[in-house]
C-alpha cells in the first residue's frame, strides 16, 4: 500500500486511534479505474476530492502530479497494470479526541486490487429515503461510507447486487455506489444533483464528452415507475463503466434499441482514447 509517500506493507502498523479522521470518517477517497497502467481520469478524480476535501475542512495535499506518480509506483509494486486503485485523505488532527504525538496534518493512503468482474448485469432492489438533498453535505464523497455498505449489505442478503436509493421526494437518487442512467428513445436520462446523487467521474464523462449523433444526455428527475418504461438502464462508475439493469425487485426491465451499445462503444473509445494519450505523454516526457 501507499503510506504518506512510502511503498509498505499493508499488514505494517501504521495508524492511531488518535488520527480524528480515521473514528470520525473525516477524510476524502476516490476509487480509479487502472487500465494499461494508466490512472483513468485522474485528473476529475483529483478535482473532485479536491474540492470535497476543501468543503469538508480536510487539509489535502497540494501537487496533483507528486501524489499520481506515486500512485503509479504502487500499482508498479502490485503488478496492477489492470485493476482498480482506492486513493483516501484523512485528516489527522483537530477536535478532543486527537491524540497525543501526531504531527502530520493529514495521511494519504491508497492500495489496489484486482477489478470485479460485474457480469452481463444486475439486479436492483429499492431502499426508499436514502438520499437526502437539503443535508449541507449532500453530494461529498467522504469516508464515513458505513451506511452505504450497510444498504449494500442488505440488498445483497436478499439476493439483489446493488440497491436503488430514493431521495426525501421519492425520486431516484442513485445506487450506493454507482450513478443510474436510463434511456428513453434518444433522450438518456440521469438523477439531478437536486436527489443528492454523488457527481460520479463516469457519470460526468457521459453527460460533459460523449456524443453520440441521435442521442441527448441530460440530468432529469426520474421517478421509479419510470424506469420500467426506459428502453434500457444502466448503473455507471469508475469499475462498472456502462453496466445494464437486468431487473428491479423481481421486475424484469426491457432492453430495446440499439442507445445502450451505442453509448457504451462511444463510452469505450474514450477510454482508449485518453489511455493511448497518457501512455504517448508518459514516453515523451523528459527523463
Known amino acids: 500500500m501507499l503510506h504518506n509517500g512510502e511503498l509498505v506493507e499493508t499488514s505494517a502498523k501504521l495508524v492511531s486511534p488518535g488520527q480524528v479522521g480515521l473514528l470520525n470518517g473525516w477524510g476524502v477517497f476516490s476509487t480509479l479505474c487502472v487500465k494499461d497502467g494508466v490512472l483513468f481520469a485522474w ?62 496534518d493529514y495521511d494519504v493512503v491508497a492500495f489496489t486490487k484486482n477489478s470485479t468482474q460485474w457480469g452481463a448485469g444486475c439486479r436492483l432492489t429499492v431502499t426508499p429515503q436514502a438520499r437526502h438533498s437539503g443535508g449541507l453535505f449532500a453530494g461529498t464523497k467522504i469516508l464515513s461510507w458505513s451506511q452505504n455498505l450497510a444498504m449494500l449489505e442488505q440488498a445483497q442478503r436478499r439476493g439483489f447486487d446493488e440497491t436503488i436509493l430514493l431521495d426525501s421526494r421519492g425520486m431516484v437518487s442513485e445506487c450506493t455506489s454507482a450513478n443510474l442512467f436510463a434511456a428513453f428513445g434518444g433522450e438518456v436520462h440521469t438523477p439531478p444533483r437536486i436527489s443528492a446523487c454523488l457527481p460520479g467521474i463516469t457519470r460526468a464523462i457521459l453527460l460533459e464528452e460523449i456524443a453520440v449523433p441521435g442521442l441527448r444526455l441530460t ?36 432492453r430495446r434499441g440499439e442507445a445502450g451499445q451505442r453509448l457504451s462503444a462511444a463510452f469505450s473509445a474514450y477510454v482508449e482514447g485518453y489511455v493511448s494519450g497518457a501512455i504517448v505523454r508518459a514516453r515523451l516526457a523528459p527523463v
Open 43 to 104: 485528473e476529475r478524480h483529483w478535482a473532485r476530492m479536491k474540492g470535497d476535501a476543501l468543503w469538508m475542512g480536510i487539509p489535502f495535499p497540494e501537487d496533483s502530479d507528486a501524489l499520481r506518480l506515486d500512485l503509479l509506483r504502487l500499482v508498479e509494486a502490485n503488478s496492477a497494470l489492470d485493476g482498480t486503485l482506492r486513493v483516501a485523505v484523512v485528516r489527522n488532527r483537530g477536535g478532543q479526541f486527537e491524540g497525543a504525538g501526531i504531527t502530520n
Open 219 to 254: 440530468e432529469h428527475d426520474l421517478a421509479l415507475e419510470r424506469l420500467f418504461e426506459a428502453d434500457q438502464v444502466w448503473a455507471t462508475s469508475s469499475t462498472r463503466n456502462l453496466l445494464p439493469v437486468l431487473e428491479i425487485d423481481g421486475r424484469k426491465l426491457e
